[in-house]
């Protein structure tokens, strides 16, 4: 059976650094960092008072106002976003055979504010069960991907993956795979998650797994620098409209990029430690690379996990080392987290976002905030430090993992017609 090939013909993008994606790609071409204060809630008695939030976003200049209230801000955030890129890619919703659409989305926890807000609620009661009817359907993760099939009918596969932060990458390995057998046109896929919240603020610094540079927040994120002491909890969305070749060919449809490869693996060591000699990130590479049919000296640019903690940068360097050998020190090697956070069960899908506009413009963003040599890290590797670099970039791979080692690799092409 011959595969189908996979392009990616619309965009869509809402995190803290802008809310569209010219606005992203602006901030991120320009080193624009997301950070600042935690405005949504006191964060007075916290570890970490600080995080990537999006700016300026009503949900009621998007969603008509019944209709937000019955979404948690992660599912508000997923309809901005797809919406974009539905409408970036031009697709006639009134002809296209919506049997053959689907919507495979990411989130990796879902509606946490929803659950925190009734479960406080309740405790503050007299114990009397009030739970708003709206709970349950708000916070599940996979409303997401349901409001977004209810709004334009899209009939086809719809489901989410949930990963931890591997989650919307995951989702877009799934969305390749359906297109590539021929059982989709069209699926849009992506991931979305708003966890700055009480719950999610103490959970992450109560696990230590946040930076705590409350003086600077714009600075915390630091990947690969020696001065790194976590990640920034970011959120947001970022959307992708996948359409098998021909299909889009056929409507004339603008290609931003190809879809050649995905890959899977487990590191099977900790639930959030990395494996120290990079083991299950090795075979997640290898995997992509045998997936997409090219070899590691094809790579021009990876755009890392890299969180900014002390364990996993130097991980994931080594892994790539011993991956692309020789070869490592000629790739353009960045972390986009350095500027947006981490946005968990998103961060697949806007990192991804990312690496396609790398394809298009012929540049890589920065990684920001380096300031300091990390002795562990080879001074070889090209990480595209505090400033982006112009390059004709044909290939491109994203990297993202999870808690519960979950690792998911995506490797996107310059269209070769």
Not at 200 to 214: D, E, I, K, Q, V
């Amino acid at each position: 059976m011959e595969l189908k090939r996979v392009v990616v013909t619309g965009l869509g993008a809402l995190t803290p650094i802008g809310n569209t994606i010219d606005e992203y790609w602006e901030g991120l071409v320009h080193g624009k960092s997301g950070a600042a204060p935690i405005s949504y809630f006191n964060p007075e008695k916290f570890k970490t008072r600080f995080a990537c939030e999006v700016k300026n976003f009503n949900a009621t200049d998007f969603i008509d106002r019944k209709e937000a209230r019955k979404m948690d801000k992660f599912t508000q955030y997923a309809m901005v976003a797809s919406d974009e890129a539905i409408l970036d890619s031009k697709l006639d919703l009134t002809t296209i055979n919506k049997l053959r659409v689907g919507v495979i989305w990411g989130a990796g926890i879902g509606g946490l504010e929803t659950f925190q807000n009734e479960v406080l609620n309740f405790a503050e009661g007299d114990g009397t069960p009030r739970f708003n009817p709206f709970f349950i359907p708000k916070m599940i993760a996979d409303i997401a991907p349901g409001n977004i099939s209810i709004k334009h009918g899209f009939m086809g596969p719809n489901y989410t993956t949930v990963s931890a932060c591997a989650s919307s990458a995951n989702a877009m390995i799934d969305a390749l795979n359906y297109i590539r057998l021929g059982h989709c046109d069209v699926i849009v896929t992506g991931g979305s998650e708003a966890a700055v919240t009480l719950a999610g603020m103490g959970g992450f610094n109560a696990m230590h797994a946040l930076s705590t540079r409350n003086e600077s927040p714009e600075t915390a994120s630091r990947p690969f620098d020696a001065t790194r002491d976590g990640f920034v909890l970011g959120e947001g969305a970022g959307a992708i409209v996948l359409e098998e070749y021909e299909h889009a060919k056929a409507r004339g449809a603008t290609i931003y990029a190809e879809l050649i490869g995905g890959g899977l693996s487990s590191d099977a060591y900790h639930m959030t430690a990395p494996h120290p000699e990079g083991i299950g990130v090795i075979a997640v590479m290898k995997n992509c690379l045998e997936n997409a049919g090219i070899s590691p000296e094809d790579v021009d640019a990876i755009n890392t996990h890299g969180t900014s903690t002390p364990l996993g940068d130097v991980a994931e360097l080594i892994a790539i080392k011993k991956v692309f050998g020789d070869h490592a020190q000629h790739i353009n090697i960045n972390s986009t987290k350095s500027m947006t956070g981490h946005l968990l069960g998103a961060a697949g899908a806007i990192e991804a976002i990312s690496s396609i506009l790398s394809i298009r413009h012929g540049i890589v963003p920065p990684t920001i905030n380096h300031t300091t040599v990390d002795e562990n890290i080879d001074p070889s590797l090209n990480l595209t430090l505090n400033k982006a670099q112009k390059r004709d970039v044909k290939i491109v791979m994203s990297n993202t993992f999870g808690f519960g080692g979950h690792n998911a690799c995506v490797v996107f092409k310059k269209l070769d017609e």
